[in-house]
């Protein structure tokens, strides 16, 4: 594996590969490697001849008073992690790299970044949009790889890559979880012990609503409230930011239930905002899972 810092080295390495006719897989990270990272280096190594993953705490994605300075870092874990992943390169620019001092060009989704966790953080998504544009550009892969735990992010670079005609192949796995439930994530390190014994429940208020709606709950605004309820009960230590039921593509709210809903939520804890979401389809029969 090559360690890369330098964005143009990268290009030329990449270009070189796609003349030579080679497939190339591109896993954007920040770093501070849990399952859910291995899982999707793993999916991008089986499916390409080349792995490119990078590691870049991206400043443009983190508001004023967000988590930038303590955000988790461990470079030398990440890179024998990446490395036992068969990873071929791992690209890890510093800020100044990829943002020069007058750095003036944005890319925006505004009606997907405006909902969900756009709410609290207006400028998150911009930041997002325009780094893995960048990223793809430098990496040129065929195929991406994220996670669905980001949902709404997901749905973005999707967009963003069919609207900018960007020839990469957005692929999206599914959220790997703790075994009692928890979805992983790098921000869970900031989490008390009591904060994270509750944070499970998370998930398990989706599922609740999921059992609702196939028990044939329909009105959303009533979901809403049984699963803050539920929230009140089981994660007292968690502030509802925001719990929505939305479209899955659009990520417009749904009054009424009628076809698949995406559930999504983050709650905040004392130093860690926790995002989850769950694709509820009402078709479907309830399953063994459901169980709370
Ligand atoms: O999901 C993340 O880790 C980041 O938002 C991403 C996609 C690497 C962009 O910085």
Known sequence: MDIVTV?????ARCLAWRAEGLRLALVPTMGFFHAGHTSLMREGRKRADRLVVSLFVNPAQFGPEEDLDRYPRDPERDARTAEGCGVDILFMPAPEAMYA???????????LAAPLCGRS??????????????????????????????????????RL???????????????VR????????????????????????????????????????????????????????????????????????TLRAVEHVRGPVLAAAALQAQKARLIDNLLIDPGCTV?????L
């Open 7 to 11: 964005p143009s080295e990268l290009q």
């Open 101 to 111: 001092a007058d750095h003036a060009t944005w890319v925006e989704v505004p009606e």
């Open 121 to 158: 953080r207006p400028t998150h998504f911009r930041g997002v949009a325009t780094v893995v544009t960048k990223l793809f550009l430098l990496a040129q892969p065929h195929l991406a790889l994220f996670g669905r735990k980001d949902w709404q992010q997901l749905t973005i670079i999707r």
């Open 161 to 175: 890559a069919r609207d900018l005609a960007i020839p990469v192949e957005v692929l999206g796995l599914p959220t």
């Open 178 to 249: 703790e075994e009692d439930g928890l979805a992983m994530s790098s921000r869970n390190a900031y989490l008390s012990p009591e904060e994270r014994r509750q944070a499970p429940h998370i998930r398990k208020g989706l599922l609740f609503a999921r059992k609702l709606i196939q028990e044939g709950a329909r009105e959303t605004s009533l979901l809403d409230a049984a699963v803050r309820e539920y929230w009140a009960q089981h994660f007292p230590l968690g502030r509802v930011d925001y719990l929505s039921f939305v479209h899955p593509e």
């Open 287 to 291: 399953q063994s899972d459901l169980a």
